[in-house]
Nanobody
Framework: QVQLVESGGGLVQAGGSLRLSCAAS????????VGWFRQAPGKDHEFVAA????????AYPDSVKGRFTISRDNAKNTVYLQMNSLKPEDTAVYYC???????????????????WGQGTQVTVSS
């Protein structure tokens, strides 16, 4: 069992930056791949980023590639999402999620993740 808590959301102007954190407690967090997803009002969850348990591999969709960076510090049981050059269309509730895996294969679908945080709101004004 892993418990996840996101933080770092807020209101920022277009072009600004935010860093989200996902703090984990429970079982060995280093055994888990972690993904970030977001959900805008009236829309489905959208994959944003993922990182393997070692941190050696990451994945991003084209919509955030080059602007967002996922990283992790297993000693602190924390995964980060650095978001730069934010756009109004990045406005959403951001969730971190975890799935236990020892492979280098990252998955981008919500159904493959077993543990979820409560979400943190990110609002980007134009």
């Amino acid at each position: 069992q892993v418990q996840l808590v996101e933080s770092g959301g807020g209101l920022v102007q277009a072009g600004g930056s935010l860093r989200l954190s996902c703090a984990a407690s429970g079982r060995a967090f280093s055994d888990y791949h972690v993904g970030w997803f977001r959900q805008a009002p009236g829309k489905d969850h959208e994959f944003v980023a993922a990182i393997t348990w070692t941190g050696s591999s990451t994945a991003y969709p084209d919509s955030v590639k080059g602007r967002f960076t996922i990283s992790r510090d297993n000693a602190k049981n924390t995964v980060y999402l650095q978001m730069n050059s934010l756009k109004p269309e990045d406005t959403a509730v951001y969730y971190c999620a975890a799935r236990r895996s020892y492979t280098s294969l990252l998955v981008t679908t919500t159904s493959r993740y077993n543990y979820w945080g409560q979400g943190t709101q990110v609002t980007v004004s134009s």
